[in-house]
């Protein structure tokens, strides 16, 4: 069966194409990406088998299909996130999501076996830590900050790396001095991020600690 025309940007998803990426993101969520199959995904979205092959030629076309899916939201949200009034909170709630954290970290062992999944993972990174490092540049810029060490670059992997190393322990139920680590990060949070607008009932906002 010769594949479907590529449908331009612009053009409406067909449901059968988007009930088969929601429920290959649903697999992925609930049961890891080596759960993904034909026959699983096509159970799961209640449609024939033969029309996840129409959609999508190799299992791999699903696979960037459903990560580009995820990363294009991501990217959304963080971008008004960087935009917003406190944009270190706002990345770093971005960057927590639990639901966003676990299925990178598929897409991450993923990425070890499929080349395609490794240089699509790569080129969204890369955006990510852009948007990343913008947000930590108008804080800097806002403060008067002179970054010698560490670097913007420095300081926005070690933003994008602890909600990964969180998100690997929970998988595995290792919660030791997260609580503390969490309360450090509250801390930085209400310390370095721009200051709240005033709420319109005419209270102060909390200034945080001195």
Do not use: C
Request: proline residues 8%; glycine residues 6%.
């Amino acid at each position: 069966m010769p594949a479907p025309a590529r449908p331009r940007r612009d053009a409406p998803e067909p449901k059968t194409r988007t009930a088969l990426v929601n429920a290959a993101m649903k697999v992925i969520l609930d049961e890891g990406y080596a759960a993904v199959t034909t026959r699983r995904v096509a159970a799961e979205a209640g449609v024939n088998p033969a029309l996840v092959h129409y959609h999508f030629r190799t299992i791999d076309d699903l696979f960037l299909a459903v990560f580009r899916r995820g990363a294009e939201a991501h990217l959304a949200r963080l971008q008004a996130a960087a935009e917003g009034p406190e944009p270190l909170r706002g990345v770093w709630e971005v960057m927590s999501e639990p639901r966003d954290t676990g299925l990178t970290l598929e897409f991450l062992a993923l990425a070890n076996h499929r080349k395609a999944i490794r240089t699509e993972l790569a080129e969204y990174s890369a955006r990510f830590r852009e948007l990343q490092e913008q947000a930590l540049a108008r804080v800097v810029r806002a403060r008067g900050v002179t970054l010698d060490k560490p670097s913007l670059p420095a300081l926005t992997l070690l933003l994008a790396g602890l909600p990964r190393i969180l998100a690997m322990d929970d998988a595995v139920g290792l919660h030791r001095s997260r609580g503390e680590v969490l309360a450090l990060v509250e801390e930085y949070l209400r310390r370095y991020d721009l200051p709240a607008a005033p709420q319109e009932s005419g209270e102060e906002p909390d200034a945080g600690p001195d």
